[in-house]
């Protein structure tokens, strides 16, 4: 069994201590089903928030982006990063206004990245990020050479100082509210595929692959 | 036709410029079509993102949470935030590991959040906040009370400095991947709901309104 993270004063969970989870399965569990991270970084005193995908490698979180992106060489300088997954599950519609609420299942992580500068783990952070997008993907395509993995800027932080909010099932409503005629319930919501597009200039009889076809974004549920 | 916001050195797209969209109404529309965001601000340096609903309304955005939230009592302290809401459009599936990319439409929003303060300003905060999440619900719904006004802190950040990024289309691979036996193209993912869910306490003989049987997050495409 795997240590829980140890809970700091950024990360204990103050308004609903209910909400808050350091178990790390339900971190990992969180982070492995997500792909799009919101990483928050301050230059300045001025906050900057960008999305981008990410992935997660043992007790390590990768992003990666162009050498030349802004953000990668801010955050390659060792400054404090907050990164935080939000996996939206449903509406929460009750009765009053008020106790309306959401769903969710989210993890914020604090920490300073860590530049990857070998080939061979640059080359395992770009295999672990395609996989994270699209399992069983990284097989199938040309992999990356190396004048293309210079002009990829890799990081790496430490799952160290993390932790999830869950917030699951029925509204909650003030005791007197639940004699009004309003419907009260969930609305679940999820990330589900359209039918694939293929590229203008796909080469002719190639078919869709299974890891496409078949892609879905709740492994375990 | 509403005047472009300016772009500054914080909005100005840097690395993919014709990514970059400063047209008001191509804003507005992202924002109008979401309705989580993702707020960053910064305390002594250290940097902090947490996922929120928020509201447009007209030429701001509104943002609520508990008055003891401790990212509502550091964002009213008036210091700088940057808010980014993000819609996945779909995954671009290139030949090469290294063109993969996400068709997605972004906004970056920078400023300095103010308390709303009024009763009949904070009621219409409430109202467009829920309305953004669920279009028709605030009819139907017990309005805030007094008291629960007072226990909401609403901010309001007007949206002038702030850009928007969007990727749409085909992936773009290298002129001699297009050779390759493999299958390239965009997979579409969008938000959508399941079957509406009950409360376990709901009153026999209400079904469910229009405004959820019929929910779409996409109410242009």
Not at 21 to 49: K, T
Not at 91 to 97: D, F, K, M, T
Not at 139 to 150: F, Y
Request: glycine share 8%; hydrophobic share 40%; aromatic share 6%.
């Amino acid at each position: 069994m795997k240590a829980n993270v140890q809970p700091t004063k950024r990360t204990r969970i103050k308004r609903i201590p209910k909400r808050g989870v350091f178990d790390r399965d339900a971190i990992y569990s969180i982070l492995d089903e997500g792909f799009i991270c919101h990483v928050g970084f301050a230059v300045d005193g001025e906050p900057f928030v960008m999305p981008t995908g990410y992935a997660r490698i043992g007790d390590r979180l990768v992003i990666h982006g162009s050498a030349a992106s802004r953000m990668m060489r801010s955050l390659a300088d060792g400054i404090e990063v907050c990164v935080t997954v939000t996996l939206l599950d449903g509406l929460v519609l009750a009765r009053s206004a008020f106790h309306h609420s959401m769903n969710y299942r989210s993890v914020v992580l604090f920490g300073t990245a860590e530049m990857v500068t070998g080939e061979d783990e640059k080359m395992e952070a770009l295999s672990a990020l395609t996989e994270q997008i699209v399992p069983g993907r990284w097989d199938d395509v040309r992999w990356p050479t190396p004048l293309e993995l210079k002009a990829t800027t890799v990081l790496s932080l430490p799952i160290e100082e993390a932790s999830a909010k869950v917030r699951t099932g029925d509204p909650i409503d003030d005791e007197e509210d639940y004699e009004m005629n309003v419907w009260a319930g969930v609305l679940p919501l999820s990330m589900v595929p359209g039918a694939p597009v293929n590229d203008t200039r796909l080469k002719n009889g190639i078919s869709v692959p299974k890891h496409v076809s078949e892609y879905s974004r709740s492994p375990s549920r």
